[in-house]
Nanobody, 117 residues
Framework: QVQLVESGGGLVQPGGSLRLSCAVSESIHSLYRVAWYRQSPGKQRDVVARIYRGAPPNYADSVKGRFTISRDNEKNTIVLQMNSLKPEDTAVYYC???????????WGQGTQVTISP
């Protein structure tokens, strides 16, 4: 089974930055899709950013130009760099990995991101 461990969440003021990391117990080069989701209280878990194998990253409209998803190949991690953070970015952020199309994805435990003055 694939294990995902997220880290990097915390409390940041509006306009600040955070770098989330997801350590993956699988070669990231073999993954069909890697993604970050987020969920705030009372709301659905929505995709924030993702990378399909062989394709450039794509982002939710709400984070375009502010967030960047990438791979750290040496550390076998998936990174979400979050800049210009807004209060509405407050949520639990989850790493998500799909090894092959047709399978269920794997989820990390989530890491809390809070944007507050």
């Amino acid at each position: 089974q694939v294990q995902l461990v997220e880290s990097g969440g915390g409390l940041v003021q509006p306009g600040g930055s955070l770098r989330l990391s997801c350590a993956v117990s699988e070669s990231i080069h073999s993954l069909y899709r890697v993604a970050w989701y987020r969920q705030s209280p009372g709301k659905q878990r929505d995709v924030v950013a993702r990378i399909y194998r062989g394709a450039p990253p794509n982002y939710a409209d709400s984070v375009k130009g502010r967030f960047t998803i990438s791979r750290d190949n040496e550390k076998n991690t998936i990174v979400l760099q979050m800049n210009s953070l807004k209060p509405e970015d407050t949520a639990v952020y989850y790493c998500n990995v799909l090894i092959r199309l047709g399978q269920d994805p794997y989820w990390g435990q989530g890491t809390q991101v809070t944007i507050s003055p």
